[in-house]
């Protein structure tokens, strides 16, 4: 939907000012005592005959023709609705949408694309339009000018323009589902080139007046300024507003099962299922744990063990050398040794274990930390090490059994040195100084 709206509202505001202007559904006598049926008079003084009301003599072109306004048929001349010409075929918002960006994404957006889709709209369809296609062009196309990604505008237009997007879509029928389920139902529409919109508005046709309420304050305050936290709106759109007793750890086996599940919008919908059994107090951390099972970031480590809430005495590598031991596939025994642990050691553990995915050197210094070692070799010595590891299948063994051999008080020293060594950059001024402090150790 790129140039969307870049010649549309030049011309929007006219069209939409003649739309309103030219509808014969709005034309109404200057006589108060004008009709509501065609054939009928309002006076019941007034002859009834319903000749007198529709004589084509007795009022031009749907003129009024009698001042004292005794004839209510004065505005039934069947010339008035035809003059104007055939009634629009644009009806709504989203047909509206999905006409303008499939004909201006045919021709790539050539100048007067959007034209013929206007002319072929009525004021309901170019009401709610308007905000909409304006907050597009001001912000969407600027910010996918380069963009490859043929989702941008629409993306941008959820995110960016939510509020106006929603008025535009809600066609005004009702369904049974919450907020999340439109995520979810949304996913059908996205690569659409025809019908996206009206794929959109479908969604919100089967969610309830509660969800969509849900849904317009999760756009407004997502539309916000300065990207605003709206964990609140977040959690209310897709739980329902529904709590339950479970603690943060004891619901993460089901958002396991959500990994699984196709579809982002379909998975942040499974997630808020699995979050509506949670505890009030613990919704937005088990939100947070459940995403770091399909994207891990810095922040995840700490999220996840204090969802956990571990309260054992084991250290990171009393845990890792636990799992180890572990069947492929036993979360219950991973479970176990991670309950093992404190809120810290299980910290470190996932930062090691996922972050990293337990991968030597690269990982050295998560590795370490988790670990620590206690031996008596310098970094210099174990660096040597190392370096006379045989590259292979073995290579990560070999390494961890050389890093495990370094002093405690050489180990923050080791890291940086192996994590340099594993990267293209190692000529880095960065990596030459961590390179050296390590080689000078003794």
Do not use: H, W, Y
């Not at 004839?71 to 629009?88: F, I, L, S």
């Not at 499939?102 to 009525?122: I, P, Q, R, S, V």
């Not at 907050?135 to 380069?146: E, G, I, N, R, V």
């Not at 993460?252 to 499974?270: L, P």
Request: aromatic share 4%; glycine share 12%; with cysteine.
């Amino acid at each position: 939907m790129r140039n969307l709206t870049r010649a549309m509202s030049l011309v929007l505001t006219a069209t939409l000012a003649i739309a309103c202007g030219s509808d014969p559904v709005t034309t109404s006598a200057t006589d108060s005592g004008s009709a509501t049926d065609a054939g009928t008079a309002t006076d019941a003084g007034t002859a009834t005959d319903a000749g007198t009301a529709t004589d084509s003599g007795a009022a031009a072109d749907g003129a009024t023709a009698d001042a004292g306004g005794s004839d209510g048929g004065a505005t039934t001349d069947a010339g008035a609705k035809t003059d104007a010409g055939p009634a629009p075929s644009l009806t709504t918002c989203p047909a509206l949408a999905d006409c303008v960006f499939e004909a201006c994404m045919a021709t790539k957006f050539a100048a007067g694309c959007e034209t013929k889709c206007l002319g072929d709209a009525n004021a309901a369809a170019l009401t709610p339009g308007a905000p909409l296609l304006s907050c597009t062009k001001a912000t969407c196309l600027p910010a996918c000018k380069d963009s490859k990604d043929p989702e941008c505008v629409t993306d941008c237009m959820t995110e960016k323009c939510g509020a106006d997007f929603f008025k535009c879509l809600d066609g005004g029928t009702d369904g049974a589902g919450i907020c999340g389920d439109i995520l979810g139902c949304a996913d059908g529409c996205d690569g659409k080139t025809t019908g996206k919109f009206s794929c959109f508005a479908a969604c919100f046709d089967k969610t309830s007046k509660a969800g969509k309420k849900d849904f317009q304050a999760f756009m407004t305050c997502s539309s916000g300024p300065n990207d605003p936290d709206c964990g609140k709106e977040v959690v209310q759109c897709i739980t329902g507003g529904k709590t339950g007793a479970k603690k943060c750890g004891e619901a993460m086996d089901c958002a396991d099962k959500c990994d699984e599940v196709k579809g982002e919008g379909a998975k942040v919908a499974c997630v808020g299922k699995c979050a509506a059994e949670v505890e009030a107090a613990s919704t937005l951390l088990f939100i947070g744990a459940a995403n770091c099972g399909g994207t891990f970031t810095a922040d995840c480590g700490p999220v996840l063990a204090k969802c956990l809430a571990p309260t054992g005495t084991d250290k990171c590598g009393d845990i890792t050398k636990c799992v180890g031991a572990c069947k492929d596939g036993d979360d219950a025994c991973v479970q176990g040794c991670i309950a093992k642990g404190s809120e810290q050691s299980a910290s470190d553990f996932f930062e090691f274990a996922l972050g990293c995915d337990a991968d030597l050197p690269t990982c050295a210094a998560s590795f370490l930390t988790c670990m620590a070692p206690d031996g008596a070799d310098t970094c210099a010595k174990a660096i040597q090490c190392v370096s006379d590891c045989p590259k292979g299948a073995n290579e990560s063994s070999c390494v961890q059994a050389c890093v495990m051999k370094v002093k405690a008080t050489s180990a923050a020293l080791l890291g940086p040195a192996l994590t340099c060594g594993a990267k293209k950059d190692a000529t880095s001024t960065e990596c030459k100084a961590a390179l050296g402090k390590c080689v000078t150790d003794n």
